[in-house]
């Protein structure tokens, strides 16, 4: 038994217990105050996967990123101006440039980080601002008229297949995604970057072109799910990702993925992408005022943090 | 001479901020219509305050080779307490000064604590204790509103003179080395020099102040020789925190009122990232400095005065358009990080990219 | 214990595990008053386990330690240096950003009310360089703008600006100029005569008999035994340490009557200053020794032929194909026939330390494993065990990470990462540095095999004795250009010496010991 569970990836273990943990104490909280048992239904906890593929999306692209070491900041407005944009041009051509935007700034993130050797937090912050400052220049800084066209709404609502397609979505993203990290080479270059760039640059590997795919995939991803959420709300709003980048990264860093780079798994990313979404969702329902929310999410991450164990500090 | 060459050369990305400061403010203080006279110079020290202060809280941790993304979230927990605690008599407003002081401090300490003996990654850490001090803030100040001392507000937004016509510094008439000289400065830009003279100087000065710079440049080698890696750690981000106790109680005292504002506290922190490169502190720790973030800060904000003066009509009329302002704000800060790049293609040895 | 002398520092019964490992078992060890002490011993003899325990990097599991006769415990570098112990690290622990001053009096820098007295901490950087001989280095400069030998020699003067009692030096003087070397010793004759004590870590046989007068052999955490400098001979002490018979040191060469075809010719690489007009060739299946002092451009050489240099003049051809190499990508392609670099600092230019073993070894060569874009693991365990088994690499599990292999055993993994690629091309840049006898034998055996296999190498090494005795041909740099070229029976100690020194004529034998 324990030979088996030494094969699971520790932080994911710890982070489903956190998930069992949060269930419970919802559930006791219900029990007393309303006599249901409403966080272990079925349809709850649907409803919640439901909302998780969001976060999920753009965290299965931000881990990308961190698994290189770097961190994208530009997320939140490649989300919204992915959206903003699609809706606005709508009609058949609104995904594809959707998709375009989010291919567009994750070259324009990788350049700069691979090839300018800016620090990659730093610059994505820059590109995040002149994302932003395009939205606000197009819009006139108000909600943009147009409404998400219909291939979006059924992507992100349609339930062909019994469950949201945002879910099946999700679902068939991480399969790829696993597959490209475990399975080919560049998988392995990602993590070998994270890692040491220098070992990796003289073991003969394009780290720049590395650098910049990763860049990409993390882009692509926020993008994709901006266009879900503009599907799931049919329409694009400003600010619509702002909401999405600090999850996103706890749902990483929580999912046991270092936040230096080169070490995690994807199983990680996912479990912990749950465990905030139902984190968010029980707070909620308990009617906490935002401010304890606040501090019960934060605390919630150190307590994970903490107990996963101390990273050794590199000493000598 | 030679040394004077050799500091120089050490401190270019500092110089290159300052140079780069002094022209954008000329050209903003140029095309102003009252630019140049103290009620200009106190309103943009004013509108500068708070970001200077989170900035040099930033620094300390970057240097380190950590980082605090709470500092936002610090500023606004101060601005909020501030807000139920300065006012009433001189011992309260005291009192309370102090006490923002301290929370401010002990914020940042937590932060350190965390980072030192829990050993997580500073980003994190931060990224989580930032919803913390956020959430309390929010408990100390559901809605915005609170009570600043009007007086005390006053005096410290205003030119020196003020004390004196408030105070009642000179009871006989201001004597002329106060009426024309001291008394036309501003008080904040006093209280920023009070700050890097009596704070920040003195801990850079001190084995633990120094011991900061040594961690961010190499752990290891400041383990081995001896250093106390926890106790500079913890002062880095105790510092932190007290400057950016100082930039919410500014804040607080400038707005007359406590505000929970998240957007806000999260756009000060990305801010305070962005002045402290541009400062020319490395992120990757062990080089840089306060001083350095202070004129990152300016050049920040010196940007955003620029715009308010282009004259609407002019040939660079439609700078002034205020749709057009963030994404010059986002292009400028783009070029001058994107500035160090002009190294990346000088570098005749590709391997010294990587580290 | 043959010294009469009253010990400095004794330990007695000291043992450390980590995890199921013995670094140290019941260890009995002390250094007189006024000594040099050489520590001996393949890497995890136990030697840097016994030189963390007495400057306080480690706590021992039991056994007790005495400095001057009264039981003492350091749980932290600090409070060794405190009592008088300070150690010289093999990773240098200078802080780059930070001038030579500022390190120099990182610790306990003079005061002024309270504050660092920067004039004051200045002077005392001058003094102590000065006894150092390196006047010349200005206290206000970054140490990141120090070449590694001057960096090596503030290191020296910061530690002995900790007035020590015992002073610890591991490997303290691998990144020395041969000049600095003489001047090192003379520094530390006069500190021995001056009553203190130093414990000498070495893996030149030749520095330990010029300066020691006790020497001590571990292996596998014991203490074997102590003895006065001459009392063994050079092969007792190899044979304490390693504990086998060692038959044959350096395989034999082969007899070669006419000269093999070209794989590798350099024409002119010049680069920056530091390589000008650099003309050689290497055939297959020659093993050719690039020597000289150290910093004389052997490295850049070596980066400028993998494509790590920008802007280098001169051409290069791969079996008489003429190549533009611009990166370590191309050079893993160039010809169709491949060029491998084995770098100077395997833990961050060689490994991706907490990658799998496995992962390590097959990196460079993945390209050769994949099918439709997907790595096929069946080829590639194949390919990572005929690897494993041609270079005996010793480790627990394939996905261990490769940080925790001993040094010998994670330098086999960056040569098996590129024999995977087929590489017919090997250049080498110091690979023994640092690495047990056992593991030298090994990777010099392998360089022959390969030769033999046509492979062409080209070999950088600060010693010696691995140039006489590996390689066919060998290239003495001096001042970035090729001083001399010597060939079979031509490579001697003496003509090695005279050329790293550019004197036209050997100088008489036995000069250097």
Redesign the interface.
Known sequence: MSGVLKNIHRPTLIACGFIVAILAAGTVYTLVTQGSATFIEPTYLLQQIKIAAFLGIVAAGMMVVVLLGQ?D?SVPWTLAASAMIATAVGGPWAIPIGLGIGLAVGIANGL?VA?????S???T??????????M??LT??FAPQSSATKPMIWLATGQPLGIANSVVVWALLSVALVFMLT???IG??I??TG????????????TRFVLVFGFVVCSLCASFAGLLIAGYTSKAFQAMG?VYL?PA??AV?VGGTN??G??GRYSGTVVGTILIVLLQSVLSVMQM???????????V??AM??VYG??????? | MKDLRLRLSQSTGLLLALGLFVVLYTIYSSLHPKGWTVDVFVQNSNESFALIMVSMAQTVPVLTGGIDLSVGPMMTLVNCLASNLVSGSPFEIVTGILVCLAAGALAGFVNGCIVVYGRIQPIIVTLATGAVFLGISLFLRPTPGGKIDDNLSWVTTNAMAEMDTTYGWFPDGAPGWFAHGIGRLPVPILLLIAIAVFVWLPFKNTVTGRGCYAIGSAEGAAYMSGLNIARSKLAAYTVGGLFAAFGGLYLAIQTGSGNADIPQSGGYTLQSIAAVVIGGTSLFGGSGGAIGSLIGALVLRSISFCFRVFDTDGPMGFLANPLLQPIFEGVILLLAVSIGAARVFRVKNRLSLFT | MTDTMKPLIALSGVSKRYGGVRALSNVDFACGHGSIHAVLGENGAGKSTLIKIISGVVQPDEGRITLENRDVTFPTPQAANAAGVVCIFQELSLMPELSVSDNISITAPPRRLGLIDRRAQRRRAEELLARVGCEDINPLMLVKHLPLSRRQMVEIAKALGRSPKLLILDEATSALTAADVERVYGILHGLRAGGLSMLYISHRMHEIEELADTCSVFRNGQHIDTFPKGARSDEQIVQMMIGRELHNVYPPKPVRNAPPPVALEARGIGWEGRLSDISFRIGQGEVVGLGGLDGQGQRELLLALFGVLRGVAGEVAVNGQKTHITSPAQAKRAAGVGIALIPEDRKTEGLMLPMGVGDNISMAALPSMTRHFVVDRDIEDKKIAEMVAKLKIKFGKLSDPVATLSGGNQQKVVIAKWLLTGARVILLNDPTRGIDVGTKQEIYQLLRDLADAGTAILFYSTDYDELIGCCDRVLILYGGRIARELTGPDITEANIIASSLNLSFPASSGAHA
Do not use: H, K
């Open positions: 961190i900041l700069g090839f300018l050797r800016v620090p937090m730093i610059f912050l820059g590109v995040n601002a002149v994302l932003r400052g395009l606000v220049m006139g800084g399975r080919t080479p392995r270059y993590y070998a890692n040491r760039e220098a070992a990796t640059y003289l073991s003969g590997i394009n702002d600090l990264i706890a860093v936040i230096l080169g070490q005022p935002e401010a304890g929310r606040q501090i019960i999410y934060g605390l991450i150190i943090l903490l101390r990273n050794n500090t590199v000493r000598g």
